[in-house]
Structure formats: C-alpha cells, structure tokens
C-alpha cells in the first residue's frame, strides 16, 4: 500500500490550524516532524526514513505497532457494533475486558470503571476517593495529596495534585491540594541502578501534612509508583511500604497512578505489584490497548466499590460520574485483543527479562559528556544531562532533534532523557538507541 498516497498532505496552507498539545507550536510548523505509518518496532516518517521507536510512542504501544490481532479486532468490532450508550445500557465486551483487567490487578482491586485517558482516570479516582468518604459518613475529608514533580494529566484535579510548575501556573487555584516532598536526589542516588537505596524516610512527609491540615480532612494521596513525566523518578526501597502505612494509620486512601507503569512496563502487570505494595486505586490508561484506541480505568478494591453499593438506596445511581465513551465498544475491542497479545507472547516476563540487559546497555553512558546520571528500572531509564547554562532543557531537546535525524525516536523532559521501549525491543535495538544517544550527547554542546 503506497502509504503517502492515502494521507492528506500537510502543506504551508493546512499546518496553521491545528494547535498542538504540549508543542512548541511555532517551532515546530517551521519544520514539521511528522510520522505516517508504523509497524513493530518502527515508525515512518513522511520523508520514508524508518524511525527506531525508543519510546512506546509516549510509553503506551507497549506490545508494538500495527499488531495485527488488535488491528483485526478493532475492525471486526467497528462493523458490528459502533456505539452501545455508556450509561444505563451496556454492551458484553465492557463487562468482558473490566473481568480481565481486574483478574490481572493484585489483591482486591476488582472492579473497574472505564474512561477515555490518562487524565480522566486520574480526576474520576479523585472524585471516587472525595465521594467515598462522603458515603461512609467522613465527608470532612475533602483535601487531596500529591506529590512534588508528580504528573497526573491535565484535568482540574490532576494539575491540583500534579507537582508540575509550568502545569499549573496558569490555571489559578482548583481543588483543595497539598504535596509531599518528591524524591529525586542526585547526591545521594546517582547512577543508582533500580530502586535506589537512599530515601524511605521522604515518605514520612506525609506526617507532616497530616499535622499541618489534620487527617480529618485529607481523603486521599495520589503518587506515581514511578515518576515518569518529570525525568523517570524510581522509588527509594522501602518508600512506598511506608507511604502505604501512614496512609492506613491514618484512614487516607493510596492511589497509584500507573498510567505509565502499568501493563507490563516494569516486568508486572502493575508496578503494585513488583513493589509489593497494595493501593486503594489504581489509574491506568496507554498500554490498555496498546494506545490503538483511547482508553483508561481507575480500578478499585472492593471495599470501596461496596462502600457505594451499601450508602446509596436500591435503585439509586451509586456514583454521578461517567463519560459518553465509558467503556467505548472500540477501546474494548483493542483492549481485550491487546491483553490476549501480552499473555500469549508473554510480555510482561519478555520485559522483565531483557531488563538487565536495557539496564547494563544505559549505564554505558556514564561517563559522557554531559550526562549527569543514569536511572532506569523495568523498561525504562532516565539519562540526565547537565542543563546548559542560562538555557535549562535546551540540550536534551537538541538531542532529541539529532536522535530523530539519526533514525532513532527519544524523549525528553527537562533535560533529562526518557527511555521507554515497546517491551518486544531486541537487544541490537536497545543497543542502537543507546549508542545512537551516547554520540549525539557528545556532539551537543
Ligand atoms: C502518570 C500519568 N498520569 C496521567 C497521565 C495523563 O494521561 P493522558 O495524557 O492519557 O490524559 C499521564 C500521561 O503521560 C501519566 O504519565
């Protein structure tokens, strides 16, 4: 199939319209970088160069791209049923993926509650945790809790408890807030290879909040298990044991934002699990469906779901909440397909697997030019470069525009590059996105 042939051609006339999220939009329209097909490990970029997909898109097409189970299964569905209304109507394969998700989450997490993203299921969990304590007669707790250099998407509640400057400056005050400490800390962990060993005791910043603003009024704390957005942040051993026993002794629900971490990206189902650490939540979204159609979840423990169905008198809706696309018939479709593909090729265990590998091939990079420490845990590393002075992130972007010159997709975040591959990349191809970094960081200025 002659793929440029089918595409609308983007020129001078038509680039203007479009506003780009989180884009520089002038500068990018002045030299447009665009992508036109992808397949597996590679996408192509509309001048025909295959480009090296070193980051899941943005850390979602975890099972790689164009995976043709989940093609054939978005278009079986799309002719047989295109639309079932969310709310008081359903449709079998709602209720069929919800089983499947709640089967791969840990403990009693097991219901599941369907959005369209990342972010919705972040401000839908918020909701969830204010409601619940509301139904168990505790509707005092109102503030919500986050974390420093935390992001939580780009709802109200998500820039509330996100811990994102440049996130939030413009928007005014939302939602009660507070943050804890975050845990990034260059002296103590450079270089650090998984968890870091210093640092279990920032947990205990939430003690402080608790004295501050009295656990009477807290309803929940929202953390990433792994900070991806600001720079890949790996827990410190121990940190998020502790923030779950504070948490408990304080009658505060936990919630894990796992919209990166999930489905498979550090080598389990959720990063709960590799961390052995239990939440009330968990927020999911990306790997879902391998990002073929939009989805998220926020998937809860029992106790919580019950806590609904027990406050609200039969027949009554147990929670005002919902979208139009809950539980699209599409989204579905692609996340039943792509659940079958991560446990017939294994991924999780794929991922877990070639990690030591993805681990030994970054941390060559310690010692060039510039980079100031190396972090990674499961599929993914942080390569921080020093900031070039006066002109904070301007290196890691310049890095990021040779890499894709030189075939190979990264990205950035401040300056700090992060590194998150579909989790069927080869050993040669972790090895060519690595070495592909390491000579472009020393042809930066
Ligand atoms: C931890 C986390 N939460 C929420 C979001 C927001 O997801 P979306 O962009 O799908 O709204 C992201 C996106 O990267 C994320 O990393």
Same mark, same amino acid.
């Given at each position: 199939?002659?793929v *440029?042939?089918?595409?609308?051609e ?59 189970e ?39 997490l ?10 919705? *299921? ?30 939580h ?27 804890i ?51 890949? %942040? ?22 894990f934002d ?6 498979g990206?550090l ?9 052995g650490? %239990?939440?009330d ?34 027949? *009554? ?19 039943? *397909? ?46 921080e470069?020093?900031?070039?002075p ?6 890691a ?7 894709f ?41």
């Amino acid at each position: 199939m002659n793929v *440029a042939a089918t595409l609308t051609e983007v020129t001078s006339n038509n680039i203007e319209a479009y506003w780009m999220p989180f884009t520089a939009n002038r500068q990018f329209k002045s030299a447009p970088r665009l992508l036109v097909s992808a397949k597996g490990m590679y996408y192509q970029s509309r001048d025909g160069r295959q480009i090296l997909d070193g980051t899941a898109g943005l850390w979602c097409v975890n099972a790689g791209h164009c995976r043709d189970e989940i093609v054939a299964a978005v278009k079986a569905q799309v002719e047989t049923l295109d639309y079932a209304p969310a709310f008081q109507m359903g449709h079998p394969a709602a209720f069929e993926l919800a089983a499947r998700v709640a089967a791969l989450a840990p403990g009693d997490l097991d219901h599941v509650f369907f959005v369209n993203s990342g972010s919705e *299921a972040v401000d839908t969990a918020l909701k969830i945790a204010l409601a619940y304590h509301q139904a168990r007669g505790q509707g005092s707790r109102f503030r919500l809790i986050g974390r420093e250099r935390g992001y939580h998407g780009v709802g109200f509640g998500g820039i509330a408890v996100g811990g994102i400057v440049t996130n939030r400056k413009a928007f005014g005050p939302s939602l009660a807030a507070d943050h804890i400490a975050h845990t990034h800390n260059l002296e103590k962990n450079a270089f650090s290879r998984g968890e870091p060993e210093w640092g279990a005791h920032l947990a205990d910043d939430l003690e402080r909040l608790v004295a501050l603003h009295d656990a009477s009024t807290i309803a929940a704390v929202i953390v990433e298990p792994m900070a991806g957005s600001t720079g890949v %942040l790996v827990p410190p051993k121990g940190y998020l044991k502790r923030l779950r026993e504070i948490c408990d002794k304080h009658g505060i629900l936990l919630i894990f934002d796992e919209v990166i971490t999930g489905f498979g990206r550090l080598g389990e189902s959720f990063a709960a699990e590799r961390f052995g650490v %239990l939440p009330d939540m968990i927020t999911c979204a990306k790997g879902l469906t391998n990002a073929t159609v939009p989805m998220g979840g926020v998937i809860v423990r029992k106790p919580v779901y019950e806590t609904f169905m027990k406050a609200a008198p039969e027949g *009554a809706i147990e929670l005002f909440h919902g979208y139009t696309y809950s539980g699209h018939p599409l989204a579905c479709a692609a996340g039943l *397909a792509t659940l079958d593909v991560y446990r017939k090729e294994d991924l999780f265990a794929r991922a877990r697997k070639i990690a030591p590998s993805f681990e030994n091939a970054v941390h060559t990079l310690k010692g060039t030019r510039h980079v100031i420490d190396v972090r990674n845990i499961g599929l993914v590393a942080g390569i921080e470069l020093a900031p070039r002075p006066g002109r904070p992130t301007a290196r890691a972007f310049e890095t990021f525009l040779k890499c894709f010159e030189k075939g190979v997709l990264i990205r950035t975040t401040g300056d700090t590059i992060a590194l998150s591959p579909p989790l069927i990349v080869s050993e040669a191809e972790i090895d060519r996105i690595v070495q592909t970094i390491g000579d472009v960081v020393k042809s930066v200025e």
